[in-house]
């Protein structure tokens, strides 16, 4: 696969974006890059305490600013993108721009709360099952505008997953 034109998986927080995107790299055989993890790397702080610590915004830009740099340095084929990244027009632009596929794990509201409970990490955004309610629902209908949606049951396991996409995308090759 050219790495001009990375996959980029998006999605709601704890629905699996991390490890379906690891899970897709194996089977395509290329990089993967989480941008959460690129930004604690980078930062030395992690998203959750930059939002604490600075605010939403701050962070939204050296989120912008950190995807803007590895679609530039062209170092990944797989990206896994944090919760809000796609929420982000400009997120997208860039995206868009770097000729992206855009994956939007479409994964059950309840899936996610029961993975983000389980999560030690903490989730500044989605707190309490109510407030991360919320929140999902405003974004799912920026979710819905990647390029391709793939459904994500309790039961799939990320490899399962990751064959479904890796089907999508030979499917429009």
């Known amino acids: 696969m050219p790495s001009h034109r990375p996959i980029v998986i998006t999605g709601f927080m704890g629905c699996g974006k991390s490890e379906v995107a690891r899970a897709l790299a194996k089977r395509l055989g290329v990089e993967m890059l989480d941008l959460d993890e690129l930004i604690t790397l980078e930062t030395g702080r992690t998203p959750a305490r930059l939002i604490d610590e600075d605010g939403e ?40 721009e770097a000729e992206a596929t855009t994956i939007w794990l479409d994964t059950p509201f309840e899936i996610c709360w029961t993975r983000i409970e389980l999560d030690p990490e903490d989730r500044p955004l989605g707190r309490t099952k109510t407030q991360a309610y919320e929140l999902y629902q405003r974004r799912l209908p ?5 390029a391709i949606r793939t459904e994500a049951a309790a039961n799939d396991n990320p490899d399962e997953i990751a064959m ?10």
């Open 57 to 96: 915004p701050a962070f939204r830009q050296i989120e912008t600013i950190t995807l803007a740099t590895l679609l530039r340095k062209k170092s990944a084929d797989v990206i896994a993108l944090g919760g809000g990244a796609w929420i982000e027009k400009r997120n997208r632009d860039l995206l868009s």
């Open 164 to 173: 479904k996409i890796e089907t999508e995308l030979a499917l429009r090759r």
């Open 142 to 146: 920026i979710y819905s505008l990647a």
